[in-house]
């Protein structure tokens, strides 16, 4: 097998550490993205590289690339609540019909590619913590169903392609994951808490805060990815820390760890906010001999570094 891997949603947080890693590690980089919630800041330090190659694309229309390919890393789509919330039938599309033109690429240049689906493919849990073979409790007509129908439909297709046309495929189910070029303004908990926190606005903690989630660090969430690529496991795996924290404790670990003094303030809970979540990782483990590095504490002081400056930039730019 050569080296060339395309990368689709390739200037979003994820896509553009998965584009660093692969480069380090020698490959030839074809990225792509529609930079709907994109940003080619998080990729621009690549361009100068004669093994990288940007297409502005929408994946949702069909896609040509030229010559040979060995890889297909499918990230892209809007991927935080807000974003999907305001964008539905993108997301839609670009887990269905993105997915689609992404599979049947990978058929036609016989190379193997791996996909993006997530947590929310569980939906609001009734098992805890999930694992793989764990179908999911999904509202298909609430808010979300939008981003947890089309992964599912991702993870269906797939499936299909490597079951009826023998198409090489990989499925990384991804828990909740932060660090550097997440978007400030993405409405997620971690983003929004680290601004608030350092623009001493009150942090906003949706419902009672009891809703627990698991987060991982960007670093170990590329390895796995890597590792699952490179891996000959078709069925789904999850990757994600198993290191549980309620949303309330989460958000007085930022105060504390930026020394703010703004106060916690509760607000509705969203519709269909799952209650709880927590990988288990045994497969990834016994199958990748993976297992996250980072502790929240290291990883959330990482980031830390990365707020203050996007938060000054972005003062700045106002
Ligand atoms: N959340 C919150 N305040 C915020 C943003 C999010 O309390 O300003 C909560 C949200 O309701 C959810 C949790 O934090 O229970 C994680 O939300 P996020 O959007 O980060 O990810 P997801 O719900 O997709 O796991």
Known sequence: MGNRILITGAAGFLG???????????FDVIAMDNLLT????????????KNFKFYHHDVTKFIHIPGQLDYILHFASPAS????????????????LGTLHCLGLAKNKKCR????????IYGDPEIHPQHEEYWGHVNPVGPRGVYDEAKRFQEAITTAYNSYHGVDTRIARIFN???SRMRIDDGRALPTFMYQALSKKDITIYGDGSQTRSFCYIDDLVEGIYRLLLSDHSLPVNL??????????????????TGSRSKIVYDVLPLNDPQQRQPDISKAKAILNWEPRYSR???????????RQAIDKQKVED
């Open 38 to 49: 994109g940003k080619l800041d998080n990729i621009k330090h690549l361009f100068p590289l």
């Open 177 to 179: 994951t932060y660090g």
């Open 16 to 26: 553009s550490h998965l584009c660093d890693k692969f480069i380090d590690k020698g």
């Open 240 to 257: 994600g820390n198993p290191e549980e924290i309620s949303i309330r404790d989460f958000a007085q670990e930022i105060i504390d760890l």
């Open 81 to 96: 609540p807000i974003d999907y919330l305001k964008m539905p039938i993108q997301t839609l599309k670009v887990g269905s």
């Open 113 to 120: 590619i791996l996909v993006a689906s997530t947590s929310e």
């Open 297 to 307: 504490s290291e990883g959330l002081k990482k980031t830390l570094a990365y707020f």
